[in-house]
């Protein structure tokens, strides 16, 4: 006997599904959803009303696992969880592309993989894959707590929790990295392409392209001051920045299109290093050592050996193969073992070897998916990860070994960016690209040990397609 027997007057029960603990799941058009717990008769409601407080309408219920029930209804599909009372809501959004196609869902199924196909009435079907590689994806969604600009290039912490990140379409967003909102920081509307970013004590130093030098204060959000290159020689040299670096004693170095440049505090501004005069200064790194590595975008990489206090230029060598794989260098970074690794845009990336001064170069023939690499991060477990022109790869330096990750995997896209990565104490890994940026922590991915069936799709003789209906063809029956 049920607790009240009129409850299903006048509706329309459109599922009826049995569940853990002898209970049964009722979706209907007019009721939502409700368990019926089979020993007690208690007739329990789950989801009656959505966000709007609109009204359920449920088409379909489905359990992904005991505590997983979805739920598909007329205004999306509700993965209900019946542990903690808590729902997760998809549903349709024109600006976002991984979005539900519609929001009227009258199927689901689950397959081998645990993956979820949605069928919609005007939407066709949808699949939302089991995360065994899980990437936060990041990227304008059309509304204010969104990305503005997506050709995501910088990212840089201040002291108080916020993650900047500059764009090189859309300026500045301050992103909260407990809360996962973002903010536009509205007066880069006008410098909206940033390529450098550098926290110095509360101060957030932006190199723009074309447009100077910029100083923020984190704590107000104001614009305190603007540096651009005059007529004076103390000036800077060029007003489109592509790296900012500090190093451990204080000193800022700015890389520009046309040299590179310090920071002189005492008089407020740069003096220029000549050694480095006319060349395009891409990235900046001071070593554990001291030594400052420069990554430049046709000479090859400098170091600036602090007890020498000389400048050495690292070139490439066609008939040197442990020269510098390639003159194009897009970033320098040295790992938790002190090694420093390069990253080239055309010849892969690069291990530096000091006592020889010389170089082991990894590239496609290795197994990397592009060898225009852009950035290096190393996981908590001592592995690093590389972003390319064509995925995101897993590098094992014992072993040599790598594992690509691309749109299959889940990333938002297979093209990165320049310049555009950062890790939290957490393991969290952020990398920039074209369409937005991506988070993850490996320690999270599991293994996919589902063996897809191997079906025959085609059949050749001759290289030529044979089809079961032509004459003395030797196929009784199509090949499906």
Excluded at 29 to 35: A, S, T
Excluded at 41 to 56: A, H, Q, T, V, Y
Excluded at 63 to 86: H, M, P, Q, V
Excluded at 122 to 132: A, D, E
Aim: net charge negative; hydrophobic share 30%; aromatic share 14%.
């Amino acid at each position: 006997p049920i607790d009240n027997e009129e409850t299903y007057n006048n509706d329309v029960v459109s599922e009826i599904l049995p569940g853990a603990y002898n209970c049964l799941y009722i979706g209907s058009l007019k009721g939502g959803v409700k368990e019926l717990n089979l020993t007690s008769g208690k007739l329990r409601d789950l989801l009656l009303k959505d966000e709007d407080n609109e009204s359920i309408y449920c088409r379909t219920l489905l359990f992904a696992t005991d505590n997983e029930l979805w739920i598909g209804t007329e205004s999306g599909a509700y993965i209900y969880n019946l542990r903690t009372g808590k729902y997760t809501h998809l549903r349709s959004s024109e600006y976002d592309p991984y979005s539900l196609s519609d929001n009227a869902i009258y199927s689901f199924c689950k397959d081998r993989e645990d993956g979820i196909w949605i069928g919609s009435y005007f939407g066709g079907v949808n699949y939302y894959p089991r995360s065994y590689t899980h990437f936060e994806k990041y990227y304008p969604k059309g509304e204010e707590n969104s990305l503005h600009g997506k050709r995501v290039r910088e990212f840089c912490r201040d002291n108080y929790g916020v993650l900047w990140i500059g764009t090189e379409d859309g300026g500045l967003n301050r992103f909260n990295l407990n809360t996962k909102e973002f903010s536009f920081f509205a007066p880069s509307a006008g410098f909206t392409n940033i390529h450098g970013l550098c926290l110095v004590d509360d101060k957030l130093w932006v190199g723009t392209f074309s447009k100077g030098l910029k100083i923020i204060d984190t704590r107000t959000g104001t614009v305190l001051k603007t540096y651009q290159k005059n007529s004076s020689p103390h000036s800077l040299i060029d007003n489109s920045i592509f790296a900012i670096c500090r190093t451990a004693t204080g000193d800022i170095y700015l890389g520009t299109m046309f040299g590179l440049v310090k920071y002189n505090k005492q008089s407020d501004d740069f003096d220029r290093i000549p050694e480095l005069n006319g060349k395009f200064v891409y990235d900046i790194k001071e070593d554990s050592g001291g030594n400052i590595w420069l990554a430049t975008y046709a000479n090859g990489a400098y170091c600036y050996n602090v007890n020498d206090r000389k400048w050495k230029n690292y070139v490439h060598d066609e008939k040197d193969t442990t020269s510098l794989s390639y003159n194009k260098v897009s970033s320098i970074f040295e790992d938790s073992y002190h090694r420093i690794w390069l990253t080239t845009q055309g010849g892969g990336f690069c291990l530096f070897h000091p006592e020889s001064e010389t170089f082991t170069s990894y590239n496609s023939t290795d197994g990397l998916p592009s060898d225009v690499v852009y950035q290096i991060v190393e996981d908590k477990d001592g592995q690093l990860w590389l972003t390319t022109n064509n995925g995101l790869v897993y590098f094992q330096p014992k072993t040599e070994t790598m594992k690509v990750y691309t749109t299959a995997n889940g990333l938002l896209g297979d093209q990165f960016n320049y310049r555009s990565s950062f890790e939290d104490e957490n393991g969290m890994i952020y990398f920039g690209g074209i369409d937005g940026f991506i988070a993850f922590n490996p320690k999270s991915f599991s293994e996919n040990k589902n063996l897809p069936t191997v079906v025959i799709t085609d059949f050749l003789l001759f290289n030529k397609e044979v089809y079961a209906d032509e004459p003395n063809s030797p196929l009784e029956k199509n090949i499906t």
